[in-house]
């Protein structure tokens, strides 16, 4: 079966570059969650969109923005990166209406120097 | 507001010995539950889910869980640990609302095995 596409797998960036990190739900899911988890920390969830349009906001910086398309795919835009950006960043995707349920993918590991 | 407490930073248990992971939830209405395993560096691996129904749940790798209620928890439990099970567990709530559905984690409980 189709899984969440997350790319890249991994990324290194110096401090105040920017990054963009890409999320490919899975087919026919028209939501898109992002979620950050800090070394030794539990996912924190930054931002979702349904249908292109942002659905909630949690703990997002300033800094960053997102974005869902056409093809329901998501960007998620950093800037100014700061050294404790550096995290895992996952996507997860779900069919709204149907299943309560997320699915994840395997995350974007962002290490800032 | 939803919430997931893992009252357990780190357990350590001999290779073959039974496992309860413990998991306490704060919701108002029935709660989705989940339990996903990850190793270090890795994603995120769902184990198994309660969205209602039968309150014992079976799961991959021979893992299960139990809902209760009256106690607002959802403990994980495996009769026989293998070395390979040793990894981080997220419990977690899915909180239906507005601003839509979300993943709410719990902090993590950090499983050590020893031979």
């Known amino acids: 079966a189709a899984g969440v596409i997350q790319s890249p797998r991994h990324l290194i960036k110096e401090k105040r570059e920017t990054a963009t990190l890409k999320c490919y739900p899975i087919?026919?899911?028209?939501?898109v969650y992002w979620y950050q988890q800090g070394p030794g920390q539990d996912p924190q969830f930054l931002i979702s969109f349904y249908e292109k349009m942002q659905s909630d906001k949690g703990s997002i910086p300033d800094r960053f923005s997102a974005q869902q398309f056409s093809d329901y795919h998501s960007e998620l835009n950093m800037s100014s990166l700061e050294l404790g950006d550096s995290a895992l960043y996952f996507c997860?995707?779900?069919?709204?209406?149907?299943?309560?349920?997320?699915?994840f993918g395997p995350g974007t590991r962002l290490t800032v120097l | 507001a939803q919430s997931v407490t893992q009252p357990d930073i780190h357990i350590t248990v001999s290779e073959g010995a039974s496992l309860e992971l413990r998991c306490n939830y704060s919701y108002g209405a029935t709660p989705y539950l989940f339990w996903y395993v990850q190793s270090p560096g890795q994603g995120l691996q769902l184990l198994l889910k309660y969205f209602s129904g039968d309150t014992l749940v079976q799961g991959i790798k021979g893992f299960e869980a139990e809902f209760k209620r009256s106690q607002s928890s959802f403990n994980l439990r495996k009769p026989s640990v293998h070395w390979s099970d040793a990894a981080e567990y997220f419990c977690?709530?899915?909180?239906?609302?507005?601003?839509?559905?979300?993943?709410?984690f719990g902090a993590g409980t950090r499983l050590f095995v020893k031979a």
């Open positions: 087919p026919r899911h028209d939501t």
């Open positions: 997860a995707s779900r069919e709204e209406g149907q299943v309560n349920e997320q699915f």
């Open positions: 977690a709530v899915g909180a239906p609302g507005t601003g839509g559905f979300k993943t709410i």
